[in-house]
């Protein structure tokens, strides 16, 4: 006997189907609610609102418990290498052998770009920010691949996404490049995804580059942490728009825009900016908690906070013992991890911050990484992006695969003018 929730409204008594997930997560399937009793349903932000069922990633957050395809994160994060993580989420499945060589080298042979793509960094103004030339160059090969860009043909995707996981990591590094005035270098394809990353982003055309392993090692471990997060905000920015069957560079380039703002994968930049202001005025932690407490500031603690996790982030346990294991060598002292740690030292035995469930996330230590990989503050939002990259696909896919596959179309509730007729401007 199928579940239901029972629903009286004006009367009458309707039944509800109550659907549940393998994780036991339960919820009222409402897609008859309109058509049987003539309601809907208000839940701005989607508090309460899941917008499809998906086998990809589990979150849960009282529990501060990440799956990628039911696999740990944390035993991902240790055992398993970005381009695996990508191919399990994109796919379902840990790779054999031959699957893994043969994703890699399609990946590998994508990595340059059409070579008119360089031009385009010409007409970008002084500086540009890399989140909006990522998205805008990432958006510009549906036009240098408009003929096989259809989103139900199985070897056009799979082509798609060979070349957007090729490619962002040169995109991404070129919008450094020319933002410091360097040449615009081609992919290495001797080396590793995120190897080839550093050196397209630092090296110097007069000199030997030397690969710094660790840095590479520890970026491969911050990509796949950032790998995907179930439907968070520049997700189902991406599922939104690939439900109009439009394509996955469109879709990719959308998401990416919607990744920048600082409440989403923005915070990585301004949990830095924030932590630099604490510092230039004289360090004291205590003064910005109560700021971040006081209903009247808007100031809030870049850093922390989630809408799912009520319980600390695990990608942020994780990141935090990455920041120390890179912080902690000599030579390499930051001044504002001190600040981060006294930071959550106050936060996590704040009321205010008990009370809210506010702990760090993902983006409150790796700021403190990027900074000592040299990469410049405001392309700390990029390596969210190419992290998260995979996970846009994987889930822009499942919903392309979807058997309940629909146009996203939310209803409203109208609290505007009732009807009116036109007043002609000589009588207003
Ligand atoms: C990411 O969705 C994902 O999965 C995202 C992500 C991913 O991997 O894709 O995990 C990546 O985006 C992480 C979040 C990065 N953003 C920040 O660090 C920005 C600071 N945090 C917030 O602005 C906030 O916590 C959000 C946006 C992350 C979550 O916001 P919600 O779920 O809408 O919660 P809310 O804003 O309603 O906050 C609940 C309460 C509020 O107080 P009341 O109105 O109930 O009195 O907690 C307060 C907020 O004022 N609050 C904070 C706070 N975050 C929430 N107060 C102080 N400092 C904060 N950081």
């Avoid at 893994?100 to 540009?128: C, Q, T």
């Amino acid at each position: 006997m199928a579940k239901t929730v029972t629903l009286t409204y004006e009367g009458k008594t309707y039944e509800l189907p109550l659907i549940e997930g393998s994780a036991g997560e339960k919820a009222i399937d409402i897609t008859a609610l309109r058509k049987t009793t003539g309601l809907i349903t208000f839940d701005p932000g989607f508090m309460s609102t899941g917008s499809c069922k998906s086998n990809i990633t589990f979150l849960n957050g009282e529990k501060g418990i990440l799956l990628y395809r039911g696999y740990p994160i944390e035993q991902i994060a240790e055992k398993s290498s970005f381009i695996e993580t990508a191919y399990l989420l994109i796919y379902g499945e840990l790779p054999t052998r031959e699957q893994l060589d043969y994703f890699e080298y399609h990946i590998i042979h994508h990595s340059m770009v059409h070579e008119s793509i360089k031009n385009f960094y010409d007409g970008f103004p002084n500086n540009p920010h890399p989140m909006a030339v990522c998205s805008a160059v990432v958006g510009s090969l549906a036009t240098f691949y408009q003929n096989e860009i259809s989103v139900r043909d199985e070897r056009e995707i799979e082509i798609t996404i060979h070349r957007l996981m090729a490619k962002l990591p040169t995109i991404a590094a070129y919008s450094y490049r020319k933002s410091v005035g360097r040449p615009l270098p081609y992919p290495d394809n001797s080396l590793g995804y995120a190897a080839n990353f550093l050196k397209m982003k630092f090296a110097l055309p007069c000199e030997e580059y030397q690969i710094d392993e660790d840095a590479a090692k520890v970026l491969d471990v911050l990509l796949i942490l950032h790998a995907d997060h179930e439907q968070n905000c520049s997700t189902s920015t991406a599922r939104i728009v690939g439900s109009s069957m439009s394509n996955l560079f469109a879709s990719i380039s959308a998401a990416i825009y919607a990744l920048w703002g600082p409440l989403h994968g923005g915070a990585n930049q301004a949990v830095i900016e924030m932590l630099q202001e604490i510092q230039d005025n004289g360090g004291d932690v205590n003064k910005y908690v109560a700021k971040a407490k006081d209903a009247n500031d808007p100031f809030r603690l870049m850093g922390f906070g989630h809408r799912v996790y009520k319980n600390f982030d695990p990608r942020s346990r994780i990141i935090k013992k990455l920041a120390h294991k890179i912080l902690d060598k000599p030579g390499n002292k930051e001044p504002l991890l001190e600040l981060a740690l006294q930071l959550e030292e106050i936060a996590i035995k704040d009321d205010y911050f008990i009370e809210k469930k506010l702990y760090p996330n993902v983006d409150f230590y790796s700021g403190l990484i990027y900074k000592a990989l040299n990469i410049p503050i405001n392309m700390f939002p990029v390596m969210f992006a190419m992290g998260r990259l995979p996970g846009w696909i994987a889930q822009w896919k499942e919903l392309q695969e979807d058997e309940d596959f629909k146009i996203s179309r939310p209803r409203q509730i109208y609290t505007g003018a009732e009807k009116r007729d036109y007043v002609p401007l000589e009588s207003r």
